[in-house]
């Protein structure tokens, strides 16, 4: 799901107020890697507009389709208090760390392609052909607006045993106890069209085996 302008002014407001009330600053930190990757016109809101202490941090992996290549960027709010001081640790830390610093070569790349991204319709295509054939079959599904992730609800509160049924017929699915969501399994549709369509028959035959439908 993506979040509207007036959850992000909610999260602003409590934020603001359990500041004041605990004497201490709190940080909002917005992963916003997926940006780029809304579907069907949906706006994605800036937190920046909502609190001062925010963080955005985001990545190229996903909008240019790079995956494996881990580079991006973190920005802090211009009026974050202790802005330069917080920049600078960062920094520090980065250089700290100097195994997670991009290439110099793919730096030199994604300097050039600030506007462009993968194409979304692809995206939007594969997720109406998913979520059409698994409801279709009974899988119950929140549509998803944007990423290229599908989260159903598993047959039963646990879904280890429907993980591994569709795994025996080789689709690989990820568990939701791994998000903190038991009882979901998550299914990343950034493949071939061919390799969704050879999955439905094996999805079919698993909610017939578990009872769906």
């Known amino acids: 799901m993506v979040y509207d302008e007036k959850v992000y002014r909610g999260i602003g407001h409590v934020l603001k107020k359990k500041e004041s009330e605990y004497g201490t600053e709190i940080y909002l930190i917005s992963d916003d890697i997926y940006r780029r990757l809304a579907y069907d016109g949906v706006a994605c809101p800036y937190v920046f507009r909502h609190h001062p202490r925010s963080i955005l941090v985001t990545s190229y992996s996903k909008d240019l389709a790079l995956p494996g290549e881990r580079i991006g960027y973190a920005a802090v709010h211009p ?4 802005r330069d001081e917080l920049v600078a640790g960062m920094v520090f830390c980065n250089r700290t760390l100097g195994f997670v610093n991009a290439p110099a070569l793919m730096q030199n790349v994604v300097r050039n392609l600030q506007e462009a991204s993968v194409n979304i319709k692809q995206y939007e295509k594969k997720r109406d052909m ?3 054939s698994l409801t279709k079959m009974g899988y119950k599904i929140v549509k998803p607006q944007g990423a290229f992730y599908m989260f159903p609800e598993s ?3 646990n879904e280890m045993p429907f993980v591994d049924a569709l795994l025996k017929q080789n689709v690989l699915v990820v568990p939701g106890r791994g998000f903190g969501a038991p009882g979901f399994f998550r299914i990343s549709y950034c493949v071939d069209d061919k390799v969704i369509e050879g999955a439905l028959p094996r999805f079919k035959k698993a909610a017939e085996e578990f009872g769906l439908g």
């Open 155 to 157: 047959p039963g509160d």
């Open 130 to 132: 998913l979520y059409k």
């Open 79 to 82: 009026n974050c208090p202790g």
